[in-house]
């Protein structure tokens, strides 16, 4: 159980256009979902954390127009990003948290998505 | 957030136990302790969470002392297919903030033949 997928693996774009990916929870309903990043030999890096049926959060430094977060059910977030530039290539991972406040629980992650830009 | 810190690198052999430490001075009551293994390219993959004492699962033991300043993941009999990124993080949600994992740089376990 907990299995998280994302769509697409992979995805190659020109300079300019934007890539839209999906997040979803596959065997539970996720009422917290995150967003990530991450370079090469580099650790994760928290971008927002999306909360279905409100507006995302965003870490410091994020631009929340850039990347536009949406969590439209307990099982499905969407990250969009606008305007894709050859900065933006990236590995972008999302997690999906079920859990009850007070008790430990856990985030289970997507395979990640590869994003180059040209 | 409790910040952790973790060797940055560990080498071992086929066959070995393999015992990565993480230190977390500022754990909160409520944190729990959570390791992640990570391969290229893929999303990261849980791996055993704790809160106090042992926990053992099919695949590794978290060891937690008493003061749970630190914690220690156990992996018995490592294999080739072992190499790859650890990380320790603690965090738990709390009625009033949002859960989040704040990843650290990790340990990079290298298993030799």
């Known amino acids: 159980g907990a299995v998280v997928s994302q769509h697409p693996s992979r995805v190659i774009c020109k300079s300019g256009t934007s890539v839209k990916i999906e997040c979803r929870s596959l065997?539970?309903?996720?009422?917290?979902m995150f967003w990530y990043r991450q370079f090469p030999k580099k650790s994760l890096m928290l971008m927002a954390t999306?909360?279905?049926?409100?507006?995302?959060?965003?870490e410091q430094g994020v631009e929340k127009d850039k990347f536009l977060i949406n969590h439209a059910s307990l099982t499905l977030s969407t990250l969009t990003v606008t305007s894709a530039h050859p900065e933006d290539s990236s590995f972008y991972i999302c997690?999906?948290?079920?859990?009850?406040?007070?008790?430990?629980?856990?985030?289970?992650f997507g395979p990640g998505t590869r994003l180059t830009v040209l | 957030l409790a910040k952790t810190t973790q060797p940055i690198s560990m080498d071992s052999y086929e066959g070995q136990e393999v015992n990565i430490t993480c230190s977390h001075n500022?754990?909160?009551?409520?944190?729990?302790i959570t390791w992640y293994q990570q391969f290229p390219s893929q999303g990261p993959r849980f791996i055993i969470q704790?809160?106090?004492t042992k926990v053992t699962n099919e695949v590794a033991s978290l060891f937690i002392p008493a003061d749970r300043k630190s914690s220690t993941l156990s992996l018995p009999r490592v294999s080739l297919s072992d190499t790859a990124v650890y990380y320790c993080?603690?965090?738990?949600?709390?009625?009033?903030?949002?859960?989040?994992?704040?990843f650290g740089s990790g340990t990079r376990l290298l298993v030799r033949p």
């Open positions: 997690s999906a948290y079920a859990g009850t406040s007070g008790r430990g629980s856990t985030q289970y």
């Open positions: 065997d539970f309903q996720a009422t917290t």
């Open positions: 999306s909360n279905e049926g409100s507006k995302a959060t965003y």
């Open positions: 500022n754990i909160a009551t409520n944190d729990y």
């Open positions: 704790g809160y106090k």
């Open positions: 993080l603690v965090g738990d949600i709390a009625m009033d903030s949002s859960y989040k994992l704040i």
